[in-house]
């Protein structure tokens, strides 16, 4: 089946410009992950959805960063008034339940760039 | 809020075991210990979790001590192609916690 996709794969932008990075998790899986990988460097975790609701959004970097879940599938992350800072790797990943013992599959990621 | 450490990096001959592990000191009741493997430019993949004592796949083998503040992830007869960054993760169990720790990851280095 259809594994966890994200759009686009690669985004470059100037920083100040605002972004929307789009996770499309695996049918019928219920939690939804968003990570962080900047070059080099390990997963930042960032935020989960269960469902519709992110019950703690303390791992979003600042205000800056925002996240959405609509029907219990698609998400995304948008990055407003982008800073260069904000380059990395974004990383979705879906479970069929939820943290921690579900196993989490991860998409391809989207590349971001800010100029 | 567990966090996790793991050395940087290893290296490996063909079909040596290989033992990475991952300290965890401030583990709670109900977290899992979960490992991930990374390919250059791929998200990671799910190698094996464990609660405690041993746990074995058909890849691996995962080494809980009693007090679980560290786990061992062991590679048996590694191959070129299990060159890759493991990541350890600790996670809580509690619904509306986000307190999910990737571990900095260990590149492993297979040496023909």
């Known amino acids: 089946g259809a594994g966890v996709s994200q759009s686009p794969s690669n985004k470059v932008t100037e920083k100040g410009k605002d972004v929307e990075l789009r996770c499309d998790p695996i049918s019928g899986h219920t939690a939804l992950y968003w990570y962080r990988q900047s070059l080099g460097q390990g997963l930042e975790f960032l935020i989960y959805f269960q469902g519709n609701s992110a019950p703690d959004k303390s791992g979003l970097p600042s205000d800056r960063f925002s996240a959405e879940r609509t029907g219990g599938s698609v998400s995304t992350l948008t990055i407003q008034r982008t800073q260069q800072e904000d380059s990395a790797v974004y990383l979705c990943?879906?479970?069929?339940?939820?943290?921690?013992?579900?196993?989490?599959?991860f998409g391809p990621g989207t590349r971001l760039t800010v100029t | 809020l567990a966090k996790t450490t793991q050395p940087i990096s290893m290296d490996s001959y063909e079909g040596q075991e290989v033992n990475i592990t991952c300290s965890h000191n401030n583990i709670a009741t109900n977290d899992y210990i979960t490992w991930y493997q990374q390919f250059p430019s791929q998200g990671p993949r799910f190698i094996i979790q464990g609660y405690k004592t041993k746990v074995t796949n058909e890849v691996a083998s995962l080494f809980i001590p009693a007090d679980r503040k560290s786990s061992t992830l062991s590679l048996p007869r590694v191959s070129l192609s299990d060159t890759a960054v493991y990541y350890c993760?600790?996670?809580?169990?509690?619904?509306?916690?986000?307190?999910?720790?990737f571990g900095t990851g260990t590149r492993l280095t297979v040496i023909p």
């Open positions: 990943a879906s479970s069929y339940e939820g943290p921690p013992r579900d196993e989490q599959y």
């Open positions: 993760l600790v996670g809580d169990m509690h619904p509306g916690a986000n307190n999910l720790f």
